[in-house]
């Protein structure tokens, strides 16, 4: 089996600060991380690898930085990576990220099985995985949380749906997207360090893969970011006193008031 795994460096906390003049994150100081859901993706990328023969490749697209991920994928056992970095690629929306990932994914050549993350800490869309789908005309399935079984060009999962799980099997080559109750990732390995340190990671641009310059980055892009900002959480909050009685009637007229109950 080749897995390719998807993954994608996002800033290291939900407390990120917006440019007001370019709508775009400030990334200055803040520290960088592995998505969390694609630690998850990695670590059953892995695993089905270890399961018979095949390789596993990390791709990331983003900016020079987003090597670090990459290095991390080395630690923990993926056998190849490549960056995706090209000032064509900024301010792309996530059908140019998808279209970009595409283009990478056909580069590498045959691939079984593509994982992603089921959504990122940042973008928080959960298009990318399904897009990806689309732009390789395979079959995707969302939720994963289990691998039960992988054949000869197929596979049988469990996806998490509200009431419970549902089993899919689908033919392979397919994407799938994959949330945390999946696996626990395991840790990096000395050897695996050392290896990540010294890896040399190939960075693949518009040229190396021959994709289409207007479909990438922001020409490429259908949607446009008009504003981001931060909701105004307002709380108009009143404390009852006296004794027990007259606190739980007041809160009970309260409520019958404002037609809660
Ligand atoms: C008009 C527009 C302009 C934008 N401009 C910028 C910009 O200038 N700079 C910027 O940083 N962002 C920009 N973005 C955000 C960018 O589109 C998203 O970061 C990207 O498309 C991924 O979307 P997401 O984070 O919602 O991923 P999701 O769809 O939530 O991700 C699902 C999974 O897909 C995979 N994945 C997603 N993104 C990547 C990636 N880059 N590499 C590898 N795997 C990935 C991961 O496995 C991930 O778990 C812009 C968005 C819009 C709409």
């Not at 520290?31 to 993706?41: G, K, L, S, T, V």
């Not at 095949?54 to 993926?78: C, D, F, H, N």
């Not at 792309?92 to 050549?109: C, Q, S, V």
């Not at 289990?146 to 000869?152: A, L």
Request: net charge negative; with cysteine; proline share 5%.
């Amino acid at each position: 089996m080749n897995v390719v795994v998807c993954l994608k460096q996002v800033p290291g906390t939900t407390e990120v600060k917006i440019d007001p003049e370019t709508n775009t994150l400030i990334r200055q100081g803040i520290e960088n991380i592995i998505n969390p859901f694609d630690a998850y993706a990695l670590e059953e990328g892995i695993r089905v690898r270890e399961r018979g023969e095949g390789k596993v490749t990390a791709i990331s697209m983003g900016p020079p930085q987003a090597e670090g991920a990459l290095r991390e994928a080395i630690s923990v056992g993926v056998d190849e990576t490549v960056l995706l970095s090209d000032r064509a690629f900024a301010g792309a929306d996530t059908w140019a990220t998808a279209y970009t990932l595409a283009g990478a994914i056909k580069k590498l050549g045959q691939s079984d099985l593509i994982i992603c993350g089921r959504q990122t800490l940042d973008g928080d869309t959960g298009q990318v995985g399904p897009e990806l789908s689309e732009m390789l005309e395979i079959p995707f399935v969302a939720y994963v949380s289990k691998i039960e079984e992988i054949g000869e060009g197929y596979m049988r999962v469990q996806r998490m749906v509200e009431e419970g799980h549902e089993v899919i099997e689908t033919t392979l080559p397919a994407v799938i997207t994959v949330v945390k109750e999946i696996n626990v990732p395991r840790l990096p390995s000395l050897r695996g360090i050392a290896r990540s340190k010294s890896a040399v990671i190939p960075v693949w641009g518009v040229q190396e893969m021959e994709i289409d310059p207007n479909r990438v980055g922001l020409s490429g892009s259908f949607t446009k970011v008009i504003k981001i900002f931060f909701p105004q959480r307002a709380c108009n909050s009143e404390i009852f006193q006296g004794e027990l009685e007259n606190q739980v009637e007041c809160l009970i007229g309260k409520l019958r008031d404002n037609g809660l109950v």
